[in-house]
């Protein structure tokens, strides 16, 4: 039997007149070995890994943009949203400048426990993120070439 009428006999293209001839077709003293009958289910499960990954591991995924005015309370909340995977834009313009130095502290270490980043946007603003998130460029540049245009004014 030849490959092409395997195929054909495998997807059940093939009636049984013609396998019965092609069965007498067969060269004599030639042993075939024994056909196994797979279902088309079993032919194509994997046999290796499992190599599925998931596309949409996130529907929502939420910024949260957090203008604080003090560290008690305040500090905590942005803590909160990024145990919850969540990044956070954290404006500091409002806050006493000691106050802002301690929140900062307070955000580097949590983010630093939970594996995430942390990236300054401009003054006093950050961008934290879970480690989920990948934080990719700088803006140093562009806040440089900003105070160089300043000065020329």
């Known amino acids: 039997m030849g490959v092409v009428n395997k195929f054909l006999n ?16 067969e060269p004599m003293g030639y042993e075939d070995e024994p056909e196994v009958e797979t279902s088309a289910f079993e032919a194509r499960k994997p046999t290796g890994k499992n ?7 996130q529907k929502h995924v939420r910024v949260i943009l957090s203008e604080p005015r003090t560290y008690d309370n305040e500090a905590q ?33 949590t983010i630093y426990a939970l594996g995430g980043h942390i990236s300054k946007l401009g003054p006093n603003i950050f961008l934290c993120t879970p480690d989920s998130v990948e934080i990719t460029g700088t803006i140093s540049e562009l806040l440089a070439e900003d105070a160089d245009y300043s000065k020329m004014r």
Not at 52 to 57: A, E, L, P, R, T
Not at 87 to 100: E, G, I, K, M, T
Request: hydrophobic letters at 35%.
């Open 77 to 109: 909340e942005i803590a909160d949203h990024l145990k919850s995977r969540r990044s956070v834009v954290v404006n500091l313009q409002r806050v006493r400048r000691d106050q802002a130095v301690r929140m900062v502290d307070f955000l580097s270490g």
């Open 10 to 25: 495998y997807l059940g293209l093939q009636d049984e007149q013609e396998r019965e001839r092609d069965r007498e077709e």
């Open 51 to 57: 190599n599925i990954v998931s596309i949409h591991s």
